[in-house]
């Protein structure tokens, strides 16, 4: 029951990208497909940014090396139904051996091959399974197949996810595309679970690599559903130069066309989060800094009384106080704090405010799509958070996970 | 559905020490006790600790200022079913006008009295119910009433919360006896939800606050069920002095006996916690720092990924190694680490234990109290912390708690 999510729309195929999806046998039901194959044309500039989770799985570690080793990637091989992390030697020996069967059969060094797992964390990858089905996938490879990898790369996804942008620059026009998954273990911490972003605009490989932390910033970069960091968070932009446009982050169009296709993919993971009913953003202004706003809104969206009384329609704002008191900001004076719960005020300046009726505060909590807005009046810092409500379908979907 | 968790036995009472509860109004079930008066012998040492969330609730700031004023509190006026936070100045005038009631009654300074609520945050305090309620309040007062008076301060605790404890010092007995509640929004910082233990030891005030800073750090302050911490914590060590024992820090027997009684009320609060299932003690050991053991503890305590499955009685324990991956502990080597649940070995040395079968992991989470330890094998700093799991039940408390 996703928050004001649709099923993607049209997709500009990125020239120079080549996709393919199937099911490989990872996952138990043989109409999901569980395995994909992104060819990156030679040439291209890859950036791409991973979990700061210390037990990061095997396939992060491996595709960190090769980018460092050969920064000209060619191919991506996506797998979900299982995360290869916590599998020690073997892990590292199963993504090693998916990359060579990559290689072998495209004709590329191993080291243009970036692997990337998502799903049950601690189980052994079945890598066999993957190696049989890659000659087909191989062979499937095309330019309009990113609805198909969008599918392969989902978990407890209820719709794939993906967006599309075509902006016009120098009269000539530029694509970008992109695919993300994940709804539970989301707090990405440098990255999100998994999102694939391309366009064909011609970027050069530092430039890129600015773009892309800038634009996972304030996407997936400010996103929970429970806090927790995954092991498998990656994120990956490439530009393949095939439209001739060159682009810099000066270029105004492409970067707000960029970010709007970083935060739909992100919103699209909380949208769809484990058991959500309620799409929330919460916006913390004139913070001491931005880290102390960020401090704020995370307290509030990871706080499971008020995501049970997102879930409720309650307006019981009395816990969304207590979030913010907790916050570790040691300058926060609670007697300049103003809170409005969309457009209803509930706090000003510390104290209640006096037109606040239950009945405002019951109509604003009702809604769908909630907003929070904390304003602590004490400086320049501002940050915002997407997160969801915590309701018996998370308890349901995280207890009964692995049976 | 308290786990391991029974009705109080014999509780000793403390002479000079006075408790009476009863029915004011506060709760809508007139079968419910929502308000308790503690009275404390005149030349008692009296120590207390409080919540660091900084919207504190305005119990807590009246009962800092009196205690500010006045070290020789000599009564306690407890309610439940209201917080009396986020309540502006009309809820400091309420606090205040209902210590006044006792006071008038009592013939002492208002400041001699220290109020304390727990419940619903953001609602006006019913203070005319309170003042009503304590004439008769005040006249049945007895020794022997902690039960009544735990049963008083309960929230949405299943069971009342009561322990007590006699220990033999230089041939004389000195009792212990303590109340405690709470059983959501428990991440106590200073102090818990609301505790209260007297002693009929004789202490010096300052003793008194070293003692209780230290029963409370690896008590109330190691305890989470939630992660949010209430705006309405607060904690009273009373000493009367009327068994004639003189007792410090040095004294052994008595600091034990002390830290158990502690110990077992924090205890309570996670057995009676929100929905739980299973009661859950997390044990960090060899971590750089206690600061370092104590973030890992939490990181995995918080983790609803981690409670859920222990709801759901799943050895998916890749999901304390994510939880353990995310804490912000800058050092951690993850090559280092060992984790055990009960007496299984998970991991060794960072790599999954080649002895681990997943039968043994399920017996170990079918129990209903289960034991997560991890060894950081990198220093000396230790911590322990109970919690709890995460249920539907959880979800159906807190999104009803106030229809």
Known sequence: MAVGLKAPGNLHPIEGIRLAATHSGIKQDSRLKDLALVEIEDGSSVAAVFTRNRFCAAPVTVARQHLAQLPGSRYLLINSGNANAGTGVDGMDAALKSCMAVAEKAEVNPEAILPFSTGVIAAPLPVAKIIAAIPSLYASLR??????????????????????EQVVIDGRPVSITGISKGSGMIKPDMATMLSYVATDAMIEPEELRLLLAQAVANSFNSITVDGDTSTNDSC?????????????????????????????????????????????????????????????????????????????????WGRILAAIGRAPVDSLDIDLVDLYLGDTCLLRQGLPDP??????????????????????????????????????DYVKINAEYRS
């Open 143 to 164: 330019a309009d197949n990113w609805l198909q990898a969008a599918e392969a790369i989902m978990t407890t996804d209820t719709l794939p996810k993906a967006c599309s």
């Open 236 to 316: 990956v932009l490439v530009a393949t130069g095939t439209s001739s446009v060159r682009v810099s982050n000066s270029n105004t169009e492409f970067v707000v066309a960029l970010t709007q296709i970083f935060e739909q993919l992100a919103q699209a993971i909380i949208r769809d989060a484990e058991g959500a009913t309620k799409f929330v953003e919460i916006e913390v202004e004139q913070a001491p800094s931005v880290a102390d706003a960020r401090e704020v809104a995370y307290s509030i969206a990871h706080s499971p009384l008020v995501k049970t009384a997102l879930f409720a329609s309650d307006p019981n």
């Open 355 to 392: 037109e606040y009726t239950e009945t405002k505060g019951q109509a604003a909590m009702t809604a769908e799509e909630i907003s929070i807005r904390v304003n602590l009046n004490q400086g320049g810092g501002a940050a915002r958070v997407w997160t969801s409500d915590l309701s018996y």
